[in-house]
C-alpha cells in the first residue's frame, strides 16, 4: 500500500526557474492538499482540493498553482522559485471531504538559490 | 492570530518518566484537532484525532485528551523511541475554507 507519493525528495533550483512537485495518492482520497513546512513556523497550508476539477486556496498560496485532473494525482507548480519558497513541500490526502484525518506524503525539500 | 499554540517546544524525558504535552487552541466552531509524530526527514505521521471536548484516545503509551480549549498528549513510560516532534492540528469549519492549522510541534527526547 503506497499511500501518498511525493516525487522529487530532494530539489535544488535557481532563482527564477519553475518545476513541479508530483503528489499521488492510492487511497481514492477526495481531498488533497499541499502544505509548507518552515523553522519554528508549523506546517502552513498552501493550496487544497475536494474533488477532481476543484480546487481552492489555503494560508499562503502566492507563488503557487495546483490543479486537480484525477482524483489520485495533484501537482504543485512553481511558476518563478524565490528564495523565500525554500522549504520542505508535504502533500497530504484524506477522505470524508476533508473532515477525516489527513495522511501526508514523505515530503520534498526544496531549495532555491 | 494563533491558531494553535504548542507548549513546551521541547522536553527531555528520562527513559520511564511520564508527562503531558499541551495543545491549546483558538477555533471556534472546532471540526477536529489532530495529533501527529513527525520523526526528522519524514512526513507526519497520524496518531488520533478528537472530535469533542471530554473525549480520549489511546495507543500504547500515548493517551489524547480534548477539552474545550486546549488538548493534552500524556506519554506514560516513554522509551527511547518515542523521541519525536509531536504536532497538533485543529480543522476550522468549512465557512473558513475547510483550513487545517498546526502548531510549532513539541520536540520530545527520551533518554535511556
Known amino acids: 500500500n503506497a499511500g501518498v507519493t511525493q516525487t522529487p525528495k530532494f530539489q535544488v533550483l535557481k532563482t527564477g526557474q519553475s518545476m513541479t512537485l508530483q503528489c499521488a495518492q492510492d487511497?481514492?482520497?477526495?481531498?488533497m492538499s499541499w502544505y509548507r513546512q518552515d523553522p519554528g513556523m508549523g506546517l502552513r497550508l498552501i493550496h487544497y482540493s475536494v474533488g477532481a476539477g476543484i480546487t481552492d486556496q489555503g494560508e499562503v498560496p502566492n507563488g503557487y498553482n495546483v490543479s486537480r485532473s484525477t482524483t489520485e494525482d495533484f501537482p504543485l507548480r512553481l511558476l518563478s522559485a524565490a528564495p523565500s519558497q525554500t522549504s520542505v513541500y508535504f502533500c497530504a490526502s484524506s477522505s470524508f471531504g476533508g473532515v477525516g484525518t489527513q495522511y501526508f506524503g514523505p515530503g520534498t525539500r526544496l531549495t532555491v538559490l | 492570530e494563533d491558531q494553535v499554540t504548542q507548549s513546551p517546544e521541547a522536553l527531555r524525558l528520562q527513559e520511564g518518566e511520564s508527562s503531558s504535552l499541551n495543545c491549546s487552541y483558538t477555533?471556534?466552531?472546532?471540526?477536529?484537532l489532530f495529533w501527529y509524530r513527525q520523526d526528522p526527514g519524514k512526513g507526519p505521521e497520524f496518531l488520533f484525532t478528537?472530535?469533542?471536548a471530554g473525549e480520549e484516545k489511546e495507543k500504547e503509551r500515548l493517551k489524547a485528551t480534548l477539552t474545550k480549549k486546549e488538548s493534552f498528549l500524556h506519554i506514560t513510560a516513554p522509551k527511547p523511541e518515542d523521541s519525536a516532534t509531536y504536532l497538533c492540528?485543529?480543522?476550522?469549519?468549512?465557512?473558513?475554507?475547510?483550513?487545517?492549522?498546526f502548531g510549532t510541534g513539541t520536540s520530545l527526547t527520551v533518554i535511556p
Open positions: 492540528a485543529v480543522q476550522a469549519p468549512l465557512s473558513t475554507g475547510n483550513q487545517f492549522y
Open positions: 477555533v471556534s466552531g472546532l471540526r477536529g
Open positions: 478528537l472530535y469533542s
Open positions: 487511497m481514492n482520497h477526495e481531498y
